[in-house]
């Protein structure tokens, strides 16, 4: 259901998520900095990408389709829960972050992934347990 002031809004899921993610395509930097740089697409757009567990594959195959290699950052969702706003772009609401960042000490944890010739993502990354509802 969209709302009348904002036709790209989308649900908000119920239940909310307990963590949101962020795809990366090259290996982060140890240590995290203590604020993580914007990419050139958060930046245009004006908010940080976020996607739940479940959008992962999709995420990934729609914007990351050239990429043989991702790395995805676990975050918790409470904190963030204010500035969320949830958008359609090509799925069910997305997490979209307005007006705050994220840095080393909000990343539970980071993991690279690797697609082999002929995967998809969404056979790497579908039904992947440590990408938690």
Request: proline share 13%.
């Amino acid at each position: 259901m969209s709302s009348p002031n904002n036709p790209h809004t989308g649900p908000i899921p119920d239940p909310l998520p307990v963590h949101i993610y962020k795809i990366i395509p090259d290996e982060p930097p140890s240590p995290l900095p203590a604020e993580w740089p914007l990419s050139d697409l958060d930046r245009n757009d004006g908010f940080i990408h976020f996607s739940t567990a479940k959008q992962i594959p999709i995420t990934a195959s729609l914007y990351f389709k050239d990429t043989t290699n991702l790395w995805i950052f676990k975050l918790p969702f409470r904190p963030f829960a204010d500035k969320i706003r949830w958008e359609v772009p090509h799925t069910d609401g997305c997490p979209h972050l307005y007006g705050a960042n994220f840095g080393a000490a909000d990343v539970l944890d980071v993991r690279g992934f690797q697609r082999g010739d002929g995967q998809g993502w969404k056979e790497v990354l579908g039904g992947e347990a440590w990408l938690e509802h």
